[in-house]
Structure formats: C-alpha cells, structure tokens
C-alpha cells in the first residue's frame, strides 16, 4: 500500500493500482447476439420444414 500524508499531518491509504492490459476484442457483444439469433433462427427453419416433410402439417396437432 503505499501512504500520503496530507499537509495537516492526516494519512491517506491507498491500494496499488493493477497495470492496466489491453485487450483485443474481436467480436463485441452484440455481434456474438447476432450470430446466435440467426443460428437459432435457422434451426427453426429447418424443423419446421422437418415437421412438414414428415407430417405434412406446419405445426402437428394444430393445421
């Protein structure tokens, strides 16, 4: 820790700051949202042409 003493003679405490790191981002976080909709989004796709190929009805049970 290191210390400071004010000029009334008060003494301040303070924590060693980490060494900051950069980091490289390559995706942010909204693209990784993105990416996983659209993935979602296809997989939906693909069993409701499943489900159709099959049963001959969008969604079973209903139409």
Same mark, same amino acid.
């Given at each position: 820790?290191?210390?400071v003493t004010e000029d009334r003679g008060r003494l301040n $405490?303070?924590?060693k700051e980490p060494p900051m790191e950069i980091i490289d981002v390559y995706e942010t976080h909204n693209?990784?949202?993105e990416k996983l909709n659209g993935r979602v989004?296809? $997989?939906g796709i693909m069993a409701a042409l499943g489900a159709y190929a099959i049963t001959g009805?969008?969604?079973p049970?209903?139409?």
């Amino acid at each position: 820790m290191t210390t400071v003493t004010e000029d009334r003679g008060r003494l301040n $405490l303070y924590a060693k700051e980490p060494p900051m790191e950069i980091i490289d981002v390559y995706e942010t976080h909204n693209e990784k949202a993105e990416k996983l909709n659209g993935r979602v989004a296809m $997989l939906g796709i693909m069993a409701a042409l499943g489900a159709y190929a099959i049963t001959g009805q969008i969604i079973p049970g209903i139409w």
